[in-house]
């Protein structure tokens, strides 16, 4: 089930900004991306910042090796992102 809230886009930057996404892409803007943007303050900008220390913080692995592994994994998951 989808939270219609989330489909759509809750505020009107975010329905413009996954419209130019389908616009540009022709594809509806990913469920990640629409979750980020859903209720910011509570999930989203959390999420973010959890996300680019795992991508971009100190590691072993460069940030391409990080980056295809998140990709790898991604497509076995069957997620489209």
Not at 21 to 27: N, P
Request: proline fraction near 1%; hydrophobic fraction near 45%.
């Amino acid at each position: 089930m989808r939270l219609g809230a989330v489909e759509r886009g809750g505020r009107v930057a975010d329905r413009l900004r996954f419209g130019v996404i389908r616009l540009m892409s022709g594809f509806r803007a990913a469920d990640v991306v629409r979750t980020l943007a859903y209720r910011r303050g509570f999930f989203g900008a959390h999420h973010r910042r959890h996300t680019h220390a795992v991508m971009r913080g100190p590691s072993a692995w460069t940030v391409g090796e990080r980056e295809l592994f998140a990709a790898f994994v991604s497509r076995i998951n069957h997620c489209h992102f």
